[in-house]
């Protein structure tokens, strides 16, 4: 028994599936059941060992830039600045806090996951040989491979088990397979190789049966369910480090060599060129200070949070912070189908009534919308044969339409059967409310729909006290019931020739995704109703009315939000459970299935080899009919083709394969706990348009990175070349700054305006770029070349400063001078990094109102470090003149001017050539 793979019970016959098992029909007794309990183990998710508290604290302080922040730190107390340590301190501590609260989150998924699982469940046991056996109830932790469970509408399925008895059953397994309809289950065995979606036979653990009920006998607990391998999935899926991660730790390193070789050659220098050792060393420390951002970190984390905060006001919740610059480098977006590119209200779309086609309009449960034959509006309560098949379609029918009040306004869904509802609604948009219909047709008697029979009834009467048969199902079976079909109000006798004609128009309907039903009716006397009813199938007589067809339909934003995509250079796919007919249509009518692309079933998918899949991934624009297994593996066969892949979804099904993408996003409503979990994003909507709104916000942060860390780099370098020119081209000249003007420039300068640089609003060109490569640095060619040049411009300016000033012999009023240069060379440089290809003026001069604040508040404390006793104290500064500072801000905003001219220059060569 423990040996027999589970996905193989769906193909044996019901007497072989109890012999396996070692069970029958009366189900096992209490002390077998205690036996196999130790044996199998409790019926539950196995949790993974809890990461430690400490564990995740020290997973944030591992980081190289974070190591690099630490020596920062000894560095600073080394040379006696307390202060500066603290600082640095807090730095650390701040994104240790953030870091620690989004992993702590994150931890939760596997919790949600076992919340899936019933809490109790009616089994049978110890029951006598003799009578029959009644149900218990027991926790669901302790039910056992062999057990008989019994279902009913409302239960929550507590373990993978064999149908063996099922009265009208049918079960929702969306949050599993991604089917928007519920299944009719049967008992008869199946073909050995289905997809978990097409086994009928087996209900599994975590679905919730919807109508009807059954026995079955159960073949898997805990992890060896299919939710247990989904659960498993997500334990051994690892999560991969994103984009910015790798970005930020290269950089970290490369300005970690920068700081030690620069201070390091300072120090060379230095004493080759006559100053003492320890005046040198103590330099050195401070300017490697300056070549460390001690900011860095602190000001990416910032500026992620700014695009959480404008993200949410777009519709998408940020679960963890790196995910925000991960959106932007997205190349390649899976998408589930139901309730993600689709509405997940099952909608009547066309119906057939008469040999004509009437068109019906609205989308999803809102019974509001038209009927359209032949391009012009009709009446339906005027087309008698459009009326009575609504009618009917209402009557026979165990659905329910609500309205619902949610945050001040109304809210329409459906009890019962999506398929039933759909019908409901069309009723209600021709005006015929079931309510109303039932009250003056009362239900009298019914056949319930049987999965094999593939047909309803129902019996009304009339207040005229005359009986009428309303009948829906599959097309084939009512024609099969009628001898007759109506149309034009007449009847006429239904020949082999018609009925053809009828299944024709069916499957051409079919053919456009559509699900089908066809409706029929009779009217009889009190006498016949037994007899109607116990021959209905053996003595054809009702008359065919016509033929509805429904789907789940697409949003009507997703259409515009796949085509932004496309424009940004993004790569959608469709990955659903459905059928690849009904993948197939509503892939192309969003324009996700374009001529060439193909689609592939997970039949396919599992006669291919993961170099098969890699090789032709690049082509396929829809996967129907896949498992959690076949999406994981699709992401992971993305990635390898260097795609960074962004995963939507609501079901169980998808989290895996969440985790295993670089950004995982979760609808928000009708998303799984599990799923919202598991994902770094969660849309509030819905809405597959506010994944593109999130892309473009992930581009924005991403740029307004490069600023920020252009900026600080510059800064950093303008500094270095600074200093090292000075030591090179200034033989008798003293060292330009101080320790504390270096660390005042770093800290305070370049601290306010950092931050302001992240509030920069987005480019107007930002969606009309391809996605960024995702090994693509931070600090690339261009940058690092733009930083020199502004770098140079900051050299050449303080040296001029320092050289004009000293040979008047006053080395502090030199020092001060140059000092409060360096610093408006940043405030300048600031403007400059707004945007590096567009002027500051063609992008606004004045639409980053925070940066301005910060420019203000930057100037009026450089002025402050040079008029108060005490920083002049601290800082070594004089007081300076307007003379003076005329002179500073002419020479400082040479670096403004340079760039602007470079850029005007850049634009001029990009439109010549």
Known sequence: MSGEKEDAFHALEVREVFERLGSSVRGLSS???????????????EEEEKTSVLTLVFNQVRSPIIMVLFAAILISLAIGKVVDAAVIGVVIAFNTVIGFTQEFKAEKALQALKRLAAPEAEVVRDCPESGGCVGMRVKAREIVPGDVILLEAGDRVPADARIFEAFNLEIDESMLTGESTPVGKTTEPLEKDLPVAERRNIAFAGTIVTKGRGRAVVFATGVRTEIGKIARLIRETEKIETPIQ???????????????????????????????????FLFALAAAVSAIPEGLP?????????????????????????????????????????????TNQMTVQEVFVSGRTVKVTGSGFTPEGRFVLE??????????????????GALCNDARLIQHEVDGGFRWEVHGDPTEGALVVAAAKAGLRKEELEELYPRIDEIPFDPQERYMATFHKAPSGVLTVYAKGAPKTILEICSEYLEDGERKKLSEEKKEEVLEVSRSMAGRALRVLAVAFLEISDGELKRVKANIRVEPRMVFIGLVGMMDP????????????????????????????????????????????KVLTGVELDQMGDGELDAVVEDVAVFARVSPLHKHRIVQSLRRRGHVVAMTGDGVNDAPALKTAEVGIAMGITGTDVTKETADMVLVDDNFASIVNAVEEGRVVFENIRKVVKYLVSTNLGEIITIFAALFLLPDAPVLFTPVQILWVNLVTDGLLTVTLAMEPKEEDVMDQPPRKPGEKIINRDILLNTIYVSTFMAIGSLWIFTREWVNGDLTRARAMTFTVMAMFQVFNAFNCRSRTKSVFKIGFFTNKYLFAG???????????????????????????????????????????????????????????
């Open 31 to 45: 002390r077998e059941a205690e036996r196999r309990l130790r044996e199998y183990g409790p019926n539950e998710l």
């Open 246 to 280: 790798k970005r930020t730790s290269d950089l970290s390193k490369k300005l970690g060599v920068l700081a030690l070789s620069s201070s390091s050659l300072m120090v060379i220098v230095g004493v080759l060129r006559g100053f003492e050792f320890f005046e040198m």
């Open 298 to 342: 602190v000001v990416i984390t910032v500026t992620l949070a700014i695009g959480v905060n404008r993200m949410a006001r777009r519709n998408a919740i940020i679960r963890r912070l790196q995910a925000v610059d991960t959106l932007g480098s997205v190349t390649a977006i899976c998408t589930d189908k139901t309730g993600t590119l689709t």
């Open 375 to 392: 391009e012009e509006p009709v009446d339906p309560l005027g087309f008698e044969p459009l009326k009575l098949l609504l009618q009917a």
């Open 554 to 597: 697409p949003r009507p934003e997703a259409k515009t939000a796949v085509q932004l995509c496309k424009r940004a250079g993004i790569k959608v796919l469709m990955l659903t459970g459905d059928h690849r007919l009904t993948a197939q249509a509503i892939a192309s009518e969003l324009g996700i299935l374009k001529p060439g692309s």
């Open 855 to 913: 420019v203000a508040s930057s100037v009026s404390l450089q002025v402050l470090a040079t008029i108060l006793p005490f920083f002049q104290a601290a800082l070594q500064t004089k007081p300076l003149s307007p003379w003076d500072w005329a002179t500073i801000i002419l020479v400082s905003s040479s670096v403004f001017i340079a760039d602007e001219v470079r850029k005007l220059v850049r634009a001029k060569l990009k439109k010549a050539g």
